[in-house]
């Protein structure tokens, strides 16, 4: 995540009014990857219900990634989008097609007179 392949990643899940934080690492038993997606899979345990931030450390500091995610006995979720693996063995992973970007027309230059 910060960009240095020779730095195992770290991730912290932390509820916003201070009532539980958890780290995890890149390499520790809770953290997996996302089959053949370059995607890490990290799994916060007994994780209490509230409003929690995700965070990273990069560069000598934390840095908030991801501020709002709801946490309930039915699941994670941000807004209203489920935010926890599937349970059906998919792997989270990529979207099938990657947005293309947008493709913009080049008109012939005007040289001018040289």
């Known amino acids: ?12 899940l932390r509820q916003l009014d201070g009532g539980y934080e958890s780290q995890l ?6 953290v ?5 997606n370059p ?8 994780v209490p219900p509230g409003l929690y931030a995700i965070d990273v450390y990069a560069q000598d500091t ?3 990634i991801l501020s709002g995610l709801t946490v309930k006995t039915a699941g994670a979720y941000y807004g209203n989008d489920s935010f926890e693996d599937p349970d059906n063995g998919e792997t989270m992973g990529v979207p ?14 005007d ?4």
């Open 32 to 36: 997996r990857r996302d089959g053949k």
């Open 96 to 109: 099938l097609e990657s947005p293309a970007a947008p493709h913009f027309e080049e008109g012939t230059p």
């Open 62 to 64: 934390w840095r908030t």
């Open 111 to 114: 040289l001018g007179q040289c």
């Open 25 to 30: 690492m890149e390499g520790d038993p809770d």
């Open 39 to 46: 995607l890490n899979f990290f799994h916060f345990q007994q």
């Open 1 to 12: 995540m910060d960009g240095n392949p020779f730095q195992r990643d770290l991730v912290r």
